[in-house]
């Protein structure tokens, strides 16, 4: 190693680059953070070529890997605000990396390949056998990353999820639709290590994050540049806050949100009327109808889908505009659907392609992207013009419609061979697209004054969905029990979307993918329902195959649970408004890993099936069919049973966990006591 | 590039390297085989640490892969018998690649890192878009390799190998053994292009041959050198022969395997005669009887297993020596089975293991591989004197006995963490071990003069067991109908054998894996005896759960059967014997490709479930089930029915395939037409 100058520490935030015989160690408020030594480099860089094959968002993704060197040699010049440590193997090989703090006294390190045939990058962060690791967005199998690698790549989920599932199995061998433990709608390069600091890449080419090793995470790139942000924090919850004011965070909720269920139904108006007479009289509390055939629905061999034109169908939908002042005037909102994808054979594509606003193939013409049995273009969102007309187009169709809301479904699908308006690779924009189709739909809200009053819901995200995505929901689970893809699956998803800063997560009650043998029993939809009233939202989902799934009006005892369920959650709007209040303000999710308020307690960090809701509510869902009893952890403190009184002081315990109490417990002295004690005679 | 010398043209062998701009071209008798240019380089050195999981022979193979780097860089210099090739990458990485030709005039191309920490080498071979490839040793789902990477690596098959198959899933659900297409129990480094080469690596490290590329062939190896040896002929008949001088040929068999069936038997000396009786009083034409539990067996709660201790056990088999005379005074072999293990409790492992014979563990402790609730040693075969002493155990305990042949089992588990007394790594020697064992084998027979008369049979082998091992088994088929497990799976493997210089190879009539739901029919076993009667040994397996299948005594139709496909085999004898005769001397096969006859016929190229059976019988076993006609290709030639007497001149046909006569067409103007003709009459 050649060193410029003879003193290398700065002051800089604590930052600090230490010489060692033949390398270097960077360290930032005491953490390690790059250990390089020509024996063990933190640095190679490479060429590869992207061998990626999507079919209906399920991709099989290898890397045609050219090289891979690592870059052993470095010169270390003092800069004004860092080093600039050049890496090199040779004459012809090398990488530059700029260590520096940005505005906000984060460290920043950046790199680019002098070659730019060199597209891929592997960094070393220097790691302790001990570390826990959390985030990299919305996880579903894992909630603690240590131990495996985690390609980040936005897709659907998969079914099943788990290779040694038979669901998985047959949903590979149809559409290679199984999917991992990886697969994810919400991938993002960021993660919290139990060093207390995060670590956020700003790109978002294709990457790995492999925190298998004892002694270091080695981050994969798929580029020929990266940038790293790092920041420390003396508790999680600080680090929290640190990390969402770089990213965004979530605005407060509609207050309606909190005043029920919202109803996914589906087959015109009357059937929305009908329904929610239904529930209504049987003493549901609704808050909304969320009907995503409202733009008119295609006949396939494989069942109706959703017409992917996105404007109201008076058709199917006949007074709808009068309906909704009506149901809102009742307290009901109607929510609808939208896609950033236009059906190839109607009329808002033949508008975008005569605009020039879908997206190329290889020869110029429009893509269009195979759905089962029809087509759609993809609204080319890079392109300012064509951003605005779609963005229009939600002003116009659903928000002078009087939308309450919508799902903002896909974004994981920018295929890596379509060709866009700026010029970037889809390659690279693949994992940036669910943002951008997030700030299309927000920038709607914001500039007609609405934000805080509709709501969209949206699957797929990537860095920015903070700022731009207003509510995760947790995509397509399976109507089984399965763990990896079941109800279990969403507690992870909310925890790991959380520590990547995203604090606003629900799911569909009962979930939503039925193939197979799969179809929904009542009692998967009675104890998602308990788990979804102590969620931000609850929301009910049809499922694929409506037919096949108990439904929320199948039975009177159904009903009689989610009139109970709704009421339980309704009483709980102050104390979720504040917690949603406080995630708005400071980064601080709704639904929380036990250790962000119990830290000391080293088991908290394995918990991956239960978590705070709020401060002051432990909630550990049930997720095994034909159980009537639970285990779970209770960290030290003094814990009320919501449903019998019954008082705990910490400890792993079993309790009784009948359907309709689910297993919650609340601090005995929260300040919000009084309303929790009243839960208990509903 | 640098040029050391001004003239790089050698007239050896028709070798040639020509200079380039920035690199080089290397012709070798008019075929192009390696092409090199600083933009496309053929050679990549790098680092990696293999992360090789083994449970019960089936293994889970990673590259820890540390490094891959081009080496672009090169300097030529002319040497006496060809060139030395320096490839380098800036100062510190560097390969020597040594062009010459050995002493049969054969191509020789020897590389060595520079830095011995580079344990991995890719070198591409220039190859033809238009290039078939066959060989990689026995492949069982491919026999045209071209367009796939195929691993090389000795292992269990695989129950299913393929992921799309039921039986697959849940092979590897519970031990991750259901295989894949490239799963053998016999890889070999060795290839034939149509470009009329051969291409054979000396090494025995883990290898990945990418036939995938239209441009070239990407050989990785994971080691530090390779020795490549090519040689070129006019016909693929020229080249197997040559490439059979170079890596030896099978022996004749014995005369008495063409005289009937093995019968596959189990329970002792009495059940062998009980099923002996029956099956020759029902017209069976019988020349052994192979007992694989003649050393005993073991209860485990999986059933019965053979107790690994390689003696005659008198308990389970009393007066077998006595009858083993009388048996052969019949013309009935007895055939035994061993394999290069001994059960951890019993008393051969006793002694191996105070004569130090047995393998180390990291702690110098012998090493004991779990089999499924026993344990066995592995005897160190590198050791001469643990060698000896094993050869010695088959001397005395089989062939002393009077054994007539048996299976030599196994060869493909050596695990590759333990410790050889020749210092080897096992990640090296794993490969090479089947071709040792077979060796052990094959000089007991050769010190004893039995050569040509006793007959073991292999499953695993790799190079060199063209020399040692006299007869190939296909090793575990399902008893199912599946492509890539089932019957039609000998096919390939037959032929891909064939074309790697083995010319000797049979299964088990009915196929061995009796797991799951899978149940041996009668159709699958008649159908396979069928298909057996057209190979150079028949032989019978009960399979794994004897209980479950139909056997070639379950039935009075079964045993006539038997008798008369049994009597086409012995009637074949001459014309048999004459095809191995053939295969011994010139390396011919006796299970042939079309091609080798038909050269010019461009669709043979491309035909894997049929074959030739010597120069003048077409065979294409029906492998499908419940179907009474069957379609196949017939080369340009005079084609005659072998039970109907129809004639045909070639092309697509289809034609009755009731079982028992299985399509089989002789050459009109064959000097066998009056033997095959006669075959009708049976």
């Known amino acids: 190693m050649e060193v410029i100058v003879d003193s290398l520490q700065h002051n800089l935030s604590g930052l600090e680059l230490t010489p060692l015989d033949n390398g270097f160690l960077l360290t930032y408020q005491q953490r390690i953070i790059l250990r390089h030594t020509v024996q063990a480099p933190c640095l190679w860089v490479g060429g590869g070529e992207a061998d990626i094959e999507m079919f209906r968002g399920n991709f099989n993704i290898k890397d045609r890997l050219n090289e891979k060197i690592a870059l052993t040699d470095t010169v270390i010049t003092r800069q004004p605000e860092g080093w600039t440590v050049h890496f090199s193997r040779g004459e012809s090989l090398g990488t530059t990396l700029v260590i520096t703090t940005d505005e906000q006294g984060r460290l920043k390190i950046t790199l680019q390949n002098d070659d730019k045939t060199h597209n891929r990058i592997w960094l070393r962060l220097a790691a302790k056998s001990e570390d826990h690791i959390y985030g990299c967005g919305e996880q579903f199998s894992y909630f603690d990353l240590r131990g495996k690698p985690f390609p980040l790549w936005t897709s659907e989920q998969g079914v099943g999820r788990n290779k040694q599932t038979y669901v998985t199995w047959l949903a590979d061998c149809k559409e290679n639709a199984g999917g991992d433990y990886y697969w994810t709608f919400f991938p993002q390069p960021t993660f919290v290590s139990t060093q207390k600091y995060y670590c956020h890449v700003?790109?978002?080419?294709?990457?790995?994050?492999?925190?298998?090793?004892?002694?270091?995470?080695?981050?994969?790139?798929?580029?020929?540049?990266?940038?790293?942000?790092?920041?420390?924090?003396?508790?999680?919850?600080?680090?929290l806050e640190k990390l969402t004011a770089l990213l965004g965070r979530q605005p407060e909720l509609p207050d309606w949100v909190y005043d029920g269920v919202t109803l996914g139904i589906q087959g015109g108006t009357e059937v929305c009327q009908q329904k929610l007479d239904v529930m209504r009289n049987g003493g549901v509390k609704v808050n909304g109808i969320w009907a995503q055939d409202w733009s008119g629905i295609r006949m396939t061999s494989f069942g109706k889908r959703v017409m992917w034109n996105w404007k109201w169908n008076s058709d199917l939908y006949p007074q709808l505009d009068a309906r909704i002042q009506q149901w809102n005037s009742q307290g009901v909102q109607f929510l609808a659907y939208i896609n950033p994808y236009v059906a190839s054979d109607r009329d808002l594509c033949e508008e975008a392609s005569k605009r020039g606003y879908l997206t190329k193939d290889a020869n110029g013409g429009d893509y269009h992207v195979e759905f089962g049995e029809f087509y759609?273009?993809?609204?080319?969102?890079?392109?300012?013009?064509?951003?605005?007309?779609?963005?229009?187009?939600?002003?116009?169709?659903?928000?002078?419609?009087?939308?309450?809301?919508?799902?903002?479904?896909?974004?994981?699908?920018?295929?890596?061979?379509?060709?866009?308006?700026?010029?970037?690779?889809?390659?690279?924009?693949?994992?940036?697209?669910?943002?951008?189709?997030?700030?299309?739909?927000?920038?709607?809200?914001?500039?007609?004054g609405k934000l805080g009053e509709i709501l969209f819901f949206m699957r797929a995200g990537y860095t920015h969905s903070q700022k731009y995505s207003v509510m995760m929901w947790a995509g397509d689970q399976n109507v089984d029990w399965s763990l990896d893809d079941g109800p279990a699956s969403v507690i992870p998803a909310a925890l790991s979307l959380a520590m990547s800063g995203h604090g606003l997560h629900h799911s569909d009650i009962g979930g939503y993918t039925t193939l197979f043998d799969m179809k929904r029993t009542k009692e998967l939809l009675l104890r998602w329902c308990d788990f979804s009233a102590f969620t931000p939202m609850m929301r009910t989902h049809e499922g694929n195959r409506p037919g096949d799934n108990w439904q929320f009006d199948s039975d009177a005892e159904t009903i009689a649970h989610f009139a109970r369920m709704t009421t339980v959650f309704t009483t709980l709007k102050p104390y979720i408004k504040q917690a949603v209040a406080q995630n708005a303000q400071t980064g601080l999710p709704v639904m929380r890993p036990l250790f962000l308020h119990y830290e000391d307690d080293a088991h908290t960090y394995t918990l991956k099936y239960q978590y705070l809701f709020g401060r002051d509510l432990l909630v550990a869902p049930v997720y095994e069919e034909n159980v009537d009893t639970w285990s779970l952890y209770l960290p030290q403190d003094s814990w009320i049973n919501i449903w019998t009184g019954d008082t705990h002081q910490g400890g792993e315990i079993t309790i009784d966990a009948p359907i309709g109490q689910p297993p919650v417990f609340y601090r005995a002295n929260s300040e919000w006591a009084a309303l929790f004690g009243s839960l208990r005679h509903i």
Request: aromatic fraction near 16%; charged fraction near 20%; hydrophobic fraction near 35%.
């Open 202 to 239: 700003d790109n978002s080419c294709y990457m790995n994050f492999d925190f298998s090793h004892p002694d270091y995470h080695e981050l994969a790139l798929w580029e020929d540049n990266a940038t790293l942000r790092f920041e420390c924090a003396d508790s999680y919850i600080n680090l």
């Open 376 to 448: 759609g273009g993809v609204v080319d969102l890079t392109n300012p013009e064509a951003y605005d007309w779609f963005k229009g187009g939600i002003k116009k169709n659903l928000i002078e419609l009087g939308c309450g809301g919508w799902m903002a479904d896909f974004g994981e699908y920018l295929p890596t061979d379509t060709y866009l308006y700026n010029g970037v690779s889809a390659e690279i924009m693949h994992n940036a697209w669910p943002a951008l189709w997030a700030k299309c739909n927000y920038e709607a809200l914001q500039e007609t």
